[in-house]
């Protein structure tokens, strides 16, 4: 199988992921395209994984299926990575699957085996802005993550003393268990994408491509005019 994995929630990336390979082996990353460019999303993406494809040699009828990381994540990022998978999958008629964007920092946690704890639970962490951190728990079993509990968004002091993986944690790690070499990454199209692959063949139903904000958009609608009053008329 291969995929076209997409995710924006913190950084604008997209991935080619590939189970091709000895039946044991796990998914492996094909071509990959990264920006770490926040305020250009809806820009660098489409001509991004346009030069990934040609690459790669490789073209929309090679592709089994597109996968969008839904967030937790700010309103103008999320909704680039949606928008382009919702549209590359109508335009390429091929299937859209979405995935929580905290599991792709989770698997990175357990494909690298960093949490050796074995039965305890961890939280990955994400730059939520306002002080706030979007986070979600997760404990691994059989070396994939299960997710525990959210996601959230709230401030980083107000989190379960776990160890918290993630660039949530680094910003915050005067107040969380940070953990070393793991507190800033941040969700990637990558491991996404090789996480998708895995619940895929293992028959996982994936979730929609809802996403999720969490929170109200900073940009508000502005309300009607107010009429003058009628002081001052003769």
């Known amino acids: 199988m291969l995929i076209l994995a997409i995710e924006t929630s913190a950084v604008a990336s997209a991935a080619l992921v590939t189970d ?69 999958s109508f335009v390429w008629n091929r299937p859209l699957h979405g995935m929580m964007s905290l599991d792709s920092v989770a698997w990175r946690v357990a494909v690298d085996g960093v949490h050796d704890d074995a039965g305890s639970d961890f939280l990955v962490a994400t ?21 525990h509990d959210g996601p959230h968004v709230g401030p980083a002091a107000g989190l379960p003393q776990l160890p918290v ?35 895929l063949a293992a028959g996982a139903r994936p979730v929609d491509t809802t996403p999720l904000y969490l929170r109200e958009s900073d940009a508000k609608v502005p309300g009607p005019r107010k009429r003058a009053t009628g002081a001052g008329r003769s």
């Open 20 to 88: 091709h390979g000895p039946p044991t082996a796990l998914p492996r990353v094909r071509a990959e395209f990264v920006t770490e460019d926040t305020r250009s999303h809806a820009e660098v993406l489409a001509p991004g994984i346009r030069q990934m494809l040609d690459d790669a040699g490789t073209g929309p009828g090679d592709l089994d299926a597109v996968v969008a990381g839904v967030g937790p994540g700010p309103f103008t990022g999320l909704r680039s990575g949606i928008v382009t998978a919702r549209t590359l």
């Open 127 to 147: 730059d939520a802005r306002r002080k706030e951190v979007y986070w979600a728990r997760y404990r691994l079993a059989d070396g994939m993550p299960e997710l």
């Open 165 to 199: 993986y993630g660039a949530g944690a680094g910003l915050y790690a005067d107040v969380v268990d940070a953990v070393p070499g793991y507190a800033m990454i941040q969700p990637e199209a990558g491991a996404l994408g090789e996480l998708a692959l895995l619940r």
